[in-house]
């Protein structure tokens, strides 16, 4: 296990679901480790499209793909690591200050993304070698 496999957390939803069906339960504060504060989801992008491709000064995000499936490319500035997304019952955690990437979509992929911020703009370093000034490696 490397270093950048510290910086993010897998995560695993219990499943509460009977013969009806699933059901999966996700509550800030609990499941998710910060108060949910904004909810967007991605769909409709394909294995052409890259997604993300931004660190955030304070926004922290869980991602599920609750359909489908998608990868996640983190990037510490030094090192990355891939996760793939696959199953509706698993969530990654990603920290501020991480660079991300989100690729690969499955076409039926619906990716929900989770955060402990409301939208600001200003808070988005879109730029990959701002991002490494920044954090100091460069
Ligand atoms: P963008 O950050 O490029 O999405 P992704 O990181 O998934 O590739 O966002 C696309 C547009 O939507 C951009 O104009 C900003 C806007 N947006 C909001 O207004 N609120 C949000 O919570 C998000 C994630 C994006």
Redesign the pocket.
């Known amino acids: 296990m490397s270093e950048i496999d510290n910086k993010y957390k897998l995560l695993q939803f219990p499943d509460l679901g009977d013969e009806r069906g699933n059901l999966v339960v996700v509550e800030g504060g609990m499941q998710i480790p910060f108060d949910i504060k ?1 909810i ?1 989801y ?1 769909y409709g992008s394909d294995d052409s499209v890259v ?4 660190a955030n000064l304070k926004s922290e995000f869980v991602l599920i793909n609750v359909a489908g499936t998608s990868k996640v490319k983190v990037d510490d500035g030094k090192e990355t690591g891939v996760i793939e997304l696959n199953q509706p019952r698993m969530g990654v955690y990603l920290p501020k200050m991480l660079w991300k990437e ?1 690729y690969d979509f499955s076409p039926d992929s619906v990716l929900l ?1 989770l ?1 402990n911020e409301h ?1 600001d ?1 200003n808070e ?1 370093i879109r730029d990959y070698n701002e991002y490494l000034k920044i954090i100091g490696k460069k």
């Open positions: 904004r967007f991605i997604r993300g491709q931004h989100m993304v955060s939208y703009g988005y």
